[in-house]
């Protein structure tokens, strides 16, 4: 069909596919019936068309990648604002994923300071019994690697030797006081 033929059918309110009438209400240039063949046409061939533009992006890698600089130089604010808003709502999700994790893991190592007895999950933290948490980072790792790492233990005894929950206080106080918390200091003077 050429372009013009496509134009003079809009004008006389007929639809292009099929040359049926359409009526004025209806917001389409196409019939009912070719919007719905149109759409199920569309959901049949999805997958392949998927696939098709999946394996062109494969083929065509540094095409590809030309292109999308190109928009992205030219489409920058736009860009940017959808990244800032998807960042946003990434950070919130991988936040609120870490937190119940952290707090998973406190809890599974007893959710008290070994120490003082501080039981509120937001001044604990995972503490490295031996003075060694700059050697046992490689080995257990940090943060949520950690997490999962005592969560998923079967046996808490060897995480136990090596970890413990102290309050950040008195995990400081001992990072200052020669790996002693200042309240055993406090203990042992007393006694």
């Not at 950690?146 to 990072?175: F, H, M, T």
Request: proline share 3%; with cysteine.
């Amino acid at each position: 069909m050429t372009h013009d033929l496509y134009i003079s059918l809009r004008e006389k309110g007929l639809c292009p596919r099929c040359r049926v009438k359409v009526p004025e209400t209806t917001p389409s240039v196409y019939c009912s019936d070719c919007v719905i063949k149109r759409s199920q046409w569309y959901q049949r061939t999805k997958p392949k068309r998927l696939e098709a533009s999946k394996q062109w992006t494969e083929n065509n890698r540094e095409r590809y990648n030309a292109r999308m600089r190109n928009y992205n130089r030219k489409n920058k604010d736009k860009v940017l604002a959808q990244n800032r808003a998807s960042y946003g709502r990434y950070k919130e999700v991988r936040l609120n994923k870490r937190s119940l994790m952290r707090l998973s893991a406190i809890n599974r190592l007893g959710g008290v300071c070994k120490c003082c007895g501080e039981s509120e999950s937001r001044f604990l933290t995972i503490d490295h019994k031996n003075n060694d948490g700059y050697l046992r980072r490689h080995i257990d790792g940090v943060g949520y690697k950690l997490y999962k790492r005592i969560i998923d233990a079967k046996d808490l005894r060897p995480i136990s030797v090596v970890l413990q929950i102290l309050c950040w206080n008195c995990n400081e106080g001992k990072r200052w006081n020669g790996g002693v918390c200042p309240h055993e200091n406090h203990k042992i003077r007393v006694a």
